[in-house]
């Protein structure tokens, strides 16, 4: 961690900044790979449920909704290898890599500062905390909202795929277990559609948080999936 020192016009010092490397590249790269991912799989996920109700031309030379389920077939095999990957990364990176995957609500300190990032991002107070990760809040937010149904759309979704290329594949023989829980697949359909609105309301929440953090607590949020610095301003005003 380094922490430099701004001075003003008058020569006194105004702020002060503290550098922490948090995120490490292959958290990083993981960030950008699901965001990618997400953005393939929600638009092509869409048209599956909501196919076109008709394309131009001859049927016999239209593939089109065969290259929508390309596309999303392919961009879910990508999810669920970097999530693998991910997962592993859990037991070898910082202690930063491996805050998504659980939420310690056993300590009274992490419920404390929870209730206390509570209020802050209701508007009931102005003190924003300093975390060089993930604070509480936002620690339960992604691991209910994001690493959850993330896990769940991976499943789901090989055991849809395996319900429609066969029986003997080895999709069907890793995941087919789903359809014991749940005989009916429109069921499963449907939980799989509706985890993604789930991932997308988390998505557009994680935006807005980013971009809130930046302005209102002086604390980097968007850079730090960059560079993997985490940078915070203290102002002495």
């Not at 638009?43 to 390309?70: D, H, Q």
């Not at 909202?145 to 319900?163: D, R």
């Not at 277990?177 to 799989?192: D, E, G, K, R, Y």
Request: charged share 10%; hydrophobic share 50%; aromatic share 16%.
């Amino acid at each position: 961690m380094s922490i430099s020192a701004i001075s003003n016009a008058d020569g006194e010092r105004a702020s002060e900044h503290e550098n922490a490397y948090v995120y490490e590249a292959p958290v990083r790269l993981w960030h950008w790979i699901n965001a990618f991912c997400i953005l393939v799989l929600a638009l092509t996920g869409y048209f599956i449920g909501s196919p076109l109700p008709a394309v131009p031309g001859e049927a016999s030379v239209n593939f089109l909704m065969g290259y929508i389920r390309f596309a999303h077939f392919a961009a879910g095999q990508i999810l669920a290898v970097a999530l693998i990957l991910r997962i592993y990364w859990v037991f070898v990176g910082n202690v930063h890599a491996r805050q998504i995957f659980y939420v310690p609500f056993w300590s009274g300190r992490f419920r404390s500062e929870w209730l206390h990032e509570l209020r802050f991002y209701t508007f009931l107070t102005g003190n924003a905390l300093k975390y060089a990760g993930h604070s509480p809040l936002s620690q339960s937010v992604m691991f209910l909202m994001f690493t959850l149904p993330l896990i769940f759309m991976v499943i789901t979704g090989f055991a849809l795929y395996g319900e429609g290329i066969g029986h003997d594949s080895w999709e069907y023989r890793l995941f087919g277990w789903l359809f014991w829980l749940s005989p009916n697949s429109q069921a499963v359909h449907t939980f799989h559609h509706l985890g993604m609105w789930v991932i997308l309301i988390f998505v557009m929440i994680h935006i807005y948080v980013a971009v809130r953090e930046d302005i209102v607590s002086c604390h980097s949020i968007i850079s730090s999936m960059i560079s993997g610095e985490r940078l915070s301003k203290h102002n002495e005003d």
